[in-house]
């Protein structure tokens, strides 16, 4: 029996939970600092606050107990039922950032959890390298144990309760910006006032401001690209993660990761303020801080992969978004058919029909 099948039999209490990772981690990567290769490599990334499923069709197994216990700390931290939020959200919580953030990083460690059993056969190689994206960098430090999952909550939950408060003082929002280049993003925001959040991909952009900037930005848009196939989406948050207005919030994380015991990342991380990896914890907190006002660097973060020879990637939480833009990516830079992507859907179907 392998060692992730005796894990998930066991007995454990959620505080043994990140041991387990730990444990399973230790089994698919041991190499510290990555090289160029030409191996076909395995990238993992994790998604942000607005990845989430229609309700009633995460899939997630609450029957396993180790699962069940990730959502009853997860309870327990943030005062909330997060339970609940797989199937309903009658009152809106997850629009707000405090709910949201720790509901994504709970449903994403639990498919990591449901997952490996399949991923283990995949990952038998030279080289994994780890990402997130925005919030799901909390995520990938779990995974590659610079984080316990417990820790890594109540970061969430003190990150996701600063940028409520945040947005409650001076309305905020996000909005997605399809089909301009990145100067034509930048010249809008440069005359609304709003600041780039997201370089998604080469197509692909997220902007961040007060709710009159974001408004602005949207009418100039229609004005100044009439007849261009650029399709807007309003994001349902209510924060501008990734700009300037959140330098409150990052000196309060600051302090509250000045005090936290965090450890070097175990496996590459690649962060995504620089698009490059990060190997010290000081290096991991300073970057906690950094990614609230910086922009993340998505599309830079993907092809820092690809240039580490990563071509087959999976996405571990809700949805599909980071699959897609891998796709976008891959297909710009005409690598369309090496690449390989699944979402964690893809993944517990194909297990399902192995069964």
Request: charged letters at 25%; a negative charge.
């Amino acid at each position: 029996m392998v060692l992730w099948t005796k894990l998930l039999s066991a007995n454990l209490n959620y505080s043994l939970i990140h041991s387990s990772i730990q444990k399973i981690a230790s089994l698919v990567y041991n190499i510290a600092n990555p090289k160029m290769s030409t191996e076909r490599n395995i990238g993992i990334y994790a998604p942000g606050q607005n990845a989430r499923e229609n309700f009633g069709n995460y899939g997630i197994d609450l029957q396993a107990p180790e699962i069940r216990r990730l959502f009853e700390a997860a309870s327990e931290i943030s005062g909330e039922n997060i339970f609940s939020f797989l199937e309903e959200d009658p009152e809106y919580k997850l629009y707000l950032s405090r709910y949201a953030q720790v509901f994504v990083l709970t449903t994403s460690i639990a498919y990591w959890q449901m997952i490996f059993e399949k991923l283990q056969q995949d990952l038998e190689t030279p080289q994994i390298i780890i990402a997130g994206h925005s919030l799901g960098e909390y995520t990938a430090l779990v995974i590659v144990q610079s984080l316990d999952f417990e820790q890594a909550t109540k970061l969430v939950n003190l990150r996701g309760i600063l940028l409520d408060e945040e947005s409650g003082k001076h309305p905020q929002t996000m909005l997605v910006i399809n089909g301009q280049s990145l100067a034509e993003v930048e010249e809008i925001c440069s005359e609304s006032n709003a600041e780039v959040a997201n370089e998604n991909s080469d197509e692909q952009f997220v902007i961040a401001g007060l709710v009159e900037s974001i408004k602005d930005a949207e009418e100039l848009i229609k004005k100044c690209y009439p007849q261009r196939n650029t399709k807007t989406i309003r994001l349902p948050i209510r924060v501008g993660s990734h700009c300037s207005l959140e330098k409150g919030p990052a000196q309060e994380m600051a302090r509250q990761l000045e005090i936290e015991e965090i450890k070097d990342p175990k496996f590459p991380f690649i962060a995504n303020a620089t698009g490059d990896y990060v190997k010290t914890a000081q290096d991991v907190k300073t970057h906690l801080i950094d990614q609230l006002t910086n922009r993340v660097f998505w599309r830079q973060t993907i092809r820092k992969m690809f240039s580490f020879g990563v071509r087959d990637f999976y996405e571990i939480g809700p949805q599909n978004i980071l699959t897609k833009l891998t796709q976008r990516i891959a297909k710009r830079d005409g690598l369309e058919s090496e690449v390989s992507t699944l979402s964690t859907k893809q993944i517990l179907q194909q297990l399902k029909s192995e069964t």
